[in-house]
């Protein structure tokens, strides 16, 4: 599984505060089960932001081109004798 990048971390991390705080104020709530139920979805809310961060490409290295066979230098192939 691929490691998480700094700007998937950063706006996970800040989805999930500054939603939990959103939500509990605009919600006015102060019962465990209203919290946690909170809680619970700033979490997955910041989860879907943080997968959603497009990752950066990775260029592949570029391959070595190889000359065509009729440039390229044969070289001698050698007989050994048996025993």
């Known amino acids: 599984m691929p490691r998480p990048t ?15 705080i ?22 997955i809310l910041g989860l879907f932001v943080a997968l959603s961060v497009p990752k950066p ?7 070595p081109v190889a000359p065509p066979e009729e440039t390229r230098e044969r070289e001698p192939v050698h007989e050994t004798a048996g025993p």
Not at 12 to 19: C, F, K
């Open 6 to 20: 700094v700007a998937q971390l950063a706006y996970g991390s800040a989805t999930v505060v500054l939603s939990t």
């Open 57 to 63: 490409k990775q260029t592949p290295a570029p391959r």
């Open 22 to 43: 959103a939500m509990l104020l605009l919600s006015q709530t102060s019962s465990g089960p209203g919290i946690g139920v909170i809680a619970m979805s700033a979490v």
